[in-house]
């Protein structure tokens, strides 16, 4: 465990933490703080067991490791989750990713007028564009139609009012 001069033999320990704003301790066997940072650590350690703690927002998340070469802790090895407002760099903004998802979305064929073998029985569902303009057409005709009707109506009861009233 140690070399020849009796100095114990050093072990490189990095640590990154789950959040670039973490705040990361290293707890000896003994349960005795050895090291702090924030974010990231970069230290030599004496071989032996490690308790590793990260915390953020009031949360906290421990690991146990066995130092006996060197060892690198990352980012995405840690279950600590914090959910924030605050921007966090080298990530894009949620409504970024809105957007590009409602993009990739709107330029996918959607309603295509193709049957495959499997879909025949569907096929006649759809509408092809010629049948949906013709459709849309007689609805616009059968509105006129309706407001003309209504119009009349409401003319005739006019001109029924004015005779009726003229006449008494």
Do not use: C
């Amino acid at each position: 465990m140690s070399d020849q001069t009796g100095s114990p033999a050093l072990v490189a320990l990095k640590i990154e933490g789950p959040n670039p704003a973490s705040e990361l301790a290293v707890y000896d066997h003994s349960f005795k703080l050895v090291q702090t940072g924030i974010g990231r650590i970069d230290t030599l350690l004496p071989r032996g067991l490690y308790d590793l703690e990260a915390s953020i927002a009031n949360q906290r998340e421990r690991k146990s490791v066995a130092l006996r070469g060197p060892l690198t802790v990352e980012a995405g090895q840690w279950d600590l989750k914090v959910r924030t407002a605050a921007p966090v760099s080298g990530v894009l903004p949620a409504h970024t990713l809105h957007e590009q998802k409602a993009q990739q979305h709107s330029r996918a064929a959607t309603m295509t007028a193709t049957a495959h073998a499997d879909d025949s029985a569907h096929a006649s569902d759809l509408f092809s564009a010629r049948e949906w303009q013709a459709f849309r057409d007689s609805d616009i005709q059968a509105a006129r139609a309706i407001v003309v009707l209504i119009g009349s109506i409401f003319v005739i009861g006019i001109f029924l009012y004015t005779v009726v009233a003229s006449t008494l």
